[in-house]
C-alpha cells in the first residue's frame, strides 16, 4: 500500500530535534503499529502536491497551526486537490486539521470551539462500530492538540465517535474518514508542545492535560483501524 502525506505545517523548530518532523513521527506510529506501507510526501505548505490522484493509493493529511476555514493560496489549491479526490472516489483520511478540512470541503462548518482548546489525552466514544475497526474497543482515547471544531456537518455523513467536548471526533463518509485527535504523537512529544506554547491555555486546562497523561492512548490501535479502512476501501471500487 502506498500512501500520499499531505503535509499541511511542520513541527516547530525546537522541538524537531527531539520528536522529528510530521512525516518522521507518522513513519515510526505505523512502524509501532506493524503496518508496513510504502510512503510519498507532498508539502502542501509549499505548493507541492502529487502531479496525479492515481500516484499513490490514497492519502492522509497531518495537523496544522492554520485553520481549514482561512484563506491561503496552498490551502486553497490543496482543497482543489481533495476535491479531485473525492470525485475520483480515492480513500482519504484527515487527521486533526485535515479531519476539519474533510468536513468543509464536504459541505460542512468549521470553527473555533467556546469550550477552547483540546489539549493531553481525550476521552471518546465509539457510536457507531465499523468492520474495519479490528481489534475493535468500544472507546478512542488519543493525543490532541485544538481549537477548531467541526460544528456543522456535511449531508450524508456518519458520526463514528465523539465525546461532550466534541461531539464530532470521528466521522466518515464513503471513502473518506476524519479523526480529531493524534495518533502519530506520542506523550513526550504532547507534553513538550504543551510547555513550549502554554500561554495560550489556562493553568486549569494545562493541569487537566497532564493529569490526563497517566491514561493509556490507542495510538497504535488507531492505526490499524486507519490501514484497514483504507485496504477495505481499496477492495470496494
Request: net charge negative.
Amino acid at each position: 500500500m502506498k500512501l500520499g502525506l499531505l503535509q499541511c505545517d511542520h513541527v516547530v523548530t525546537e522541538l524537531q530535534s527531539a520528536h522529528g518532523d510530521y512525516p518522521e513521527q507518522f513513519k515510526a506510529v505505523f512502524e509501532r503499529a506493524g503496518v508496513n506501507v510504502e510512503w510519498q510526501y507532498f508539502d502542501a505548505t509549499q505548493g507541492i502536491l502529487p502531479d496525479h490522484i492515481d500516484c499513490c493509493d490514497a492519502y492522509i493529511t497531518t495537523g496544522s497551526r492554520f485553520g481549514a476555514y482561512e484563506a491561503i493560496p496552498w490551502l486553497t489549491a490543496l482543497q482543489d486537490f481533495l476535491r479531485q479526490l473525492y470525485q475520483a472516489d480515492k480513500p482519504f483520511v484527515g487527521i486533526c486539521f485535515g479531519h476539519q478540512l474533510m468536513a468543509q470541503v464536504l459541505g460542512g462548518k468549521v470553527e473555533k470551539s467556546a469550550k477552547g482548546w483540546g489539549i493531553g489525552v481525550s476521552f471518546n466514544q465509539i457510536k457507531q462500530p465499523k468492520s474495519w475497526m479490528q481489534p475493535f474497543k468500544p472507546k478512542v482515547d488519543l493525543l490532541v492538540s485544538h481549537q477548531d471544531q467541526v460544528v456543522e456537518l456535511p449531508a450524508e455523513i456518519e458520526v463514528l465517535g465523539g465525546s461532550q467536548f466534541c461531539p464530532n471526533y470521528i466521522i466518515q463518509r464513503g471513502k473518506w474518514l476524519g479523526i480529531q485527535g493524534h495518533p502519530e504523537f506520542t506523550k513526550a512529544y504532547s507534553q513538550d508542545l504543551i510547555k513550549l506554547r502554554s500561554e495560550k491555555y489556562s493553568p486549569e486546562r494545562v493541569r487537566e492535560a497532564e493529569y490526563s497523561m497517566a491514561a493509556s492512548v490507542d495510538s497504535e490501535r488507531v492505526i490499524q483501524w486507519i490501514a484497514a479502512f483504507i485496504q477495505e476501501s481499496l477492495q470496494n471500487p
